[in-house]
């Protein structure tokens, strides 16, 4: 197989977009993803899914026609890995699904002209676009990470776009061009930085991939109001790297068993697939009502079939709830430390249940400023 030509190659990425919305690309983002092309933006070795659950490289001098299709797909690709602590190589930067790019632009909105600030900048294809669409003058970018700072002006460079480029800390919004227009993120975050809050004017946007600490899902897309809270519906996609300032290190192993402990048990009529299965929706009412805790399965566990274990990330405290491979009607249930997660869990899932199992598309987000943070406060909308 040849080369694909840019045009054609475009084309084909808009076709695959234009499915995933169930909709044509509006005509100015039509005209934005065919004067930015995405490939110009892509290191020279990307990261594939490799249908195992892991990645695997493909090169560009050596496999030059696969990495030009991975380009030009409807897919999310990894352009960076981090070393963890323990020698684990995680996730650390990414080129976003392009439908997903869109969807977000379409939520964000606004005119050419309007100041916009960007968090998380990533490899630039998002700043470019932004550029091409409201004025390189009028657009900054922030990136926390200098190495992808670097890289994404010299793609920019490339491009024809200038938007105003920073290596700082996309928490903290950026000052100097403030006030703006709009805020969008390209990094997920689980509280609204009271930057962003106090940099976005009146009546701004501010649109940002959102994140529990339970379940990674959904977009705000928030106004500011005029009395300087901000509101918004939480939309149906988006799964998105963490803010860096926002991420906790907490494992369950190392910060919270003990030997010694002597956790509360009991036993549940709730199964834990209710609430960390596929019901994404049940898992974000769950997130959002039952801050700062997370889950994980375990298959290997001693004395069950399965076990979710619970924690949260303050490593305070713990719970488990134990499937023992032959019934479904109840599950014995151990909790220790100050919060009982899984009776927590339980009352957010009776909350959900009530409620009519309300779709993310009904949660809405009051962000207000309290102290050096904000609150939040969740809402159902009719």
């Known amino acids: 197989m040849s080369r694909p030509v840019p045009d054609e190659a475009i084309g084909a990425l808009l076709e695959q977009i234009a499915e995933q919305l169930g909709a044509p690309v509006p005509a100015q983002l039509r005209a934005a993803l065919r004067a930015v092309p995405r490939h110009l933006f892509l290191p020279s070795t990307l990261w594939l899914r490799d249908g195992k659950g892991g990645y695997e490289a493909c090169d560009r001098a050596r496999e030059p026609d696969r990495w030009w299709r991975a380009a030009y797909r409807d897919v999310p690709l990894v352009t960076q890995f981090t070393e963890l602590p323990d020698g684990d190589l995680v996730p650390s930067s990414s080129a976003s699904m392009p439908s997903m790019v869109v969807r977000m632009l379409m939520a964000l909105g606004g005119r050419r002209g309007q100041r916009l600030l960007e968090i998380g900048t990533g490899t630039g294809f998002n700043a470019a676009l932004l550029s091409y669409l409201f004025g390189a003058e009028n657009v900054t970018s922030l990136d926390v990470d200098p190495g992808l700072i670097r890289r994404a002006e010299q ?226 909308s009719a």
């Open 155 to 380: 793609a920019l460079r490339a491009s024809g776009q200038r938007p105003e480029v920073h290596c700082a800390d996309g928490a903290g919004g950026w000052r100097p061009a403030a006030p703006y227009d709009a805020i969008i993120a390209t990094c997920s975050v689980r509280t609204v930085p009271l930057p962003w809050l106090e940099q976005v004017v009146a009546g701004g946007r501010i649109v940002t991939p959102w994140d529990t600490a339970w379940c990674n899902y959904g977009t705000l897309v928030a106004t500011k109001q005029a009395d300087g809270t901000a509101e918004g519906a939480l939309a149906p996609y988006g799964s998105f790297m963490l803010m860096r300032a926002q991420q906790a290190d907490v494992e369950l192993h190392r910060d919270l068993l003990r030997d010694g402990q002597h956790p509360e048990r009991s036993t549940t009529r709730l199964s834990p697939w209710s609430v960390a299965g596929n019901d994404l929706d049940a898992q974000m009412y769950v997130g959002l009502h039952v801050p700062g805790a997370w889950h994980s399965w375990d298959t290997e566990a001693e004395g069950a079939h399965t076990r979710l274990w619970l924690a949260d990330d303050q490593a305070t405290s713990w719970a488990s709830v134990d499937y023992d491979g032959r019934q479904t009607s109840t599950f014995a249930v151990a909790q220790y430390g100050a919060r009982k997660l899984w009776d927590e869990v339980v009352r957010a899932y009776d909350q959900y249940v009530a409620a009519d199992r309300p779709g993310i598309d009904r949660l809405r987000l009051r962000v207000s400023a309290e102290g050096r943070g904000t609150r939040h406060e969740v809402r159902l």
